[in-house]
């Protein structure tokens, strides 16, 4: 293993922003205020990630060859990507406020990607369905993590007892039904449509089919394998999955805060849909992926709640980790805290109250 001590000098970042929203932070655990720390196996020992004012300092020892470390450091903690802020200015003047406002409250955060821990990244997704993730999904994780190690997929192994020892939520025991779909998805492509299929071009990739559907096609694509091919996987664990191990930040998983907080501050119009997965297995959301990639854009795009975050582009993964943050602290679906949420007074939902 090679020792890894370096100190990285950042600017508009926030660790713990960055961190608490990413499901990279599944395969850490915070042990200090601004001191996070990867779960030892094979390929990482006493591994922390720490801020301190504006410098983030990494150590440990790592199992990665000496010329990826540097990829690998700058992808875990998200500091690939410039500041998102630098961008807000790009954006129509109709959304630009609430980017600010955004921003403001929860400056420095940026989009971490996990290079080598695709399956684990997975699995955290897959828990996460109608699951707090940072009460029940790094819970679960951890236990995971200390019984599997690298070895994640070993999980569709276990018996009742050692899943009941994990936790007793129904979310536990469809993770394995869906790993075991996920293994095999590459048997039923000749029923996708051949406009997909004609992208599906790098078969010797599919031996580790987590690595394949992040990194050797095109993410839109990916998505439509994986909520097509994959049991269980639906649009917001599609997208999931895809903004946390791909270098693509136009991508934006429909979630609850995010339902909440576009229906109530009406940010993109009224009446929007969710996506629905039936739609999403078949066609693209922007006109100009679809010009790309030659796939049929969807119906619903002038309708649906992520086509219409999509407008915002490369700067659409970090307005829905914005909104999370936003939705947890004021935003929430029940009880929401309308009285101190420094936006009540563009909201059409606190006017109404």
């Not at 630009?96 to 955290?124: C, H, M, N, T």
């Not at 580790?208 to 990916?222: D, E, Y």
């Not at 849909?273 to 969807?298: D, F």
């Not at 993964?317 to 009285?339: A, H, M, S, V």
Request: aromatic share 12%; charged share 25%; net charge positive.
């Amino acid at each position: 293993m090679k020792n890894v001590n370096i100190t990285l000098e950042t600017e508009f970042y926030d660790l713990n922003l960055t961190f608490k929203p990413s499901f990279v932070s599944s395969t850490y655990k915070q042990v200090e205020k601004n001191v996070w720390k990867k779960f030892d196996s094979p390929m990482f020992r006493g591994f922390t990630v720490r801020q301190e004012k504006r410098n983030i300092l990494i150590k440990g020892l790592v199992s990665i060859d000496r010329g990826r470390i540097e990829d690998f450091v700058f992808a875990e903690t998200g500091l690939w990507h410039a500041p998102f802020e630098y961008d807000i200015h790009k954006v129509s003047k109709k959304f630009r406020w609430f980017l600010e406002e955004l921003s403001y409250l929860y400056s420095g955060v940026r989009i971490p990607v996990s290079l080598f821990e695709q399956d684990k990244i997975f699995v955290a997704v897959c828990l996460s369905k109608r699951a707090d993730y940072e009460v029940f999904v790094r819970s679960w994780m951890e236990k995971i993590l200390e019984k599997y190690g690298n070895n994640v997929l070993d999980i569709v192994c276990a018996s009742k007892e050692d899943l009941l020892k994990i936790g007793t939520s129904y979310q536990i025991f469809d993770l394995i039904d869906t790993l075991k779909s996920a293994t095999i998805f590459h048997k039923g492509l000749e029923n996708l449509p051949t406009y997909v299929k004609e992208h599906l071009q790098y078969r010797e990739h599919f031996e580790n089919p987590f690595k394949f559907l992040s990194t050797a096609i095109p993410p839109q694509v990916a998505r439509m394998v994986l909520i097509s091919k994959v049991k269980g996987i639906g649009p917001k664990t599609a997208d999931s999955f895809l903004l946390n191990t791909s270098f693509h930040t136009d991508i934006a998983p429909v979630d609850t805060h995010l339902r909440n907080v576009v229906t109530r501050l009406q940010l993109f119009g009224e009446n929007l849909k969710a996506p629905q997965s039936n739609l999403c297995s078949k066609y693209v959301c922007r006109k100009y992926v679809s010009r790309k990639l030659k796939i049929p854009l969807c119906p619903m795009s002038n309708s649906c709640i992520r086509a219409k975050i999509l407008e915002l582009r490369e700067l659409a993964g970090w307005f829905q980790t914005l909104i999370y943050l936003f939705g947890r602290e004021y935003c929430r679906k029940n009880k929401p805290q309308c009285d101190t949420c420094p936006l009540k007074k563009d909201c059409n939902y606190f006017s109404s109250m």
